[in-house]
């Protein structure tokens, strides 16, 4: 194996319980606002089609245009109360906040610059009320922040000179003062979501990212920090140059999921998935594939199935409104979790034969295996092959528990199990089996 000072620092999992809890969320709740809420995806009458939040980007927008924005910021529809309410009723354990983009503009009052809402018409801070309304609703809070700052002067994407390097300087000491500012100000949050890390400035920053994240872990106990922060001494990111995961669970998947157990390398891992394809932050004309509640909650339980966390992203409006194409479809997976939810918190992985029908999961603490049943085959016979010696005495509806199954051995270690829930279910049925030895 290759050297490294600073490599991954741990192989195997974390065993911790904050780690613990993380691993048992199943479900949790993205949120994107900003100043790129303002323009909602539009500039002078024109439709920008890529993602809301990088309009400062777009050739058609100028960039003082967008520097500007901050002076319109005042969203007096927000009602942090009113958003961790709806999460509550989501389902999510734990909500991610956007507290710096890549804009740069600081959603909290930060001391070391003046691009925050402070200077805003708003004029308050928008992450602690947050933190406080999600924290009295249970959901934990961990915060996104993006190391790519398009506003700080200091800012390289890449370093040539050494006018760059002496600037660039300055800016990794600012990113580290707003790192610390924002640990102490919100000591309840539970993790960092790091984004925009792949600069060849930053990936050439393995010391001082490696000595900054020992920082933070040492100022918040038991921190949870993904894939996505540290580089490695020769600028991989994610998996360090011998192959092993950077930080606590990997943050690779981004708009799209592992396929097979075997993609997720047996790590712990998060999906952050968008409602239209590639829309994080405020678009006012959402184009292209919307998921269903059908959709998102496959991917919810085939996340789960793989040991990984699914993460759904809310965008608000520029008045601080959650749209109600975001309401209806929380209303929705809420539902379903409302009955469903055994079958996603605290559960992960089961080793059986994948099936056609649909997802298993397992509760890591009681053993309960949950059927989730997404594709009903046209005999209505749901197929299970269990490792030998398993027997299937115990079988029968999570919603409807006094409607049981007697399995049919149709080969060794191989079953049907012939569905009898109503179809009128909205969404995948679940049936539970816990197996005996
Ligand atoms: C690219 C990119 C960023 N990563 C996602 C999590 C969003 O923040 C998007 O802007």
Redesign the pocket.
Known sequence: SIALEHGSHRLGKRTDEMMQTWRNYGLGQFI?WGLYAIPGGHWEGKYYGG?A??IRSWKDMPNEAYDELYKEFDPQNFDPRAWAKQAKSLGAKYMII?TK??DGFCLWPSEYTDYDVTNSPYGKDIIGPLVEAYDAEGIDVYLYFSVMDWNHLGYRSKLETEEDREAYEGFKEFTRNQLLELLDLYPTTKGLWF?GTWDAAWKEQAAFADKLETEMREKIPGLIIGSRFRPDDYGNRHFDSNGDLMGDYEQGW?RKLPETFEDTKGNDWDC?MTVPENQ?GYHSDWRGHVKTSFELIEMLVKSVSLNGNFVMNFGPDGQGSIREEETKLAAEIGDWMDVNHEAIYGCGYLDWKKQDWGYYTKNRETGKVYMVVFNRPLNGALRVKTPSKIGLEKVYSLKEPSVTYEPEEVHKDEYFIHLKESKTSKGPVVIVIEPTK
């Open positions: 994107h993602a939040e990088w956007t983009h890549h984004d981004e952050v994080w």
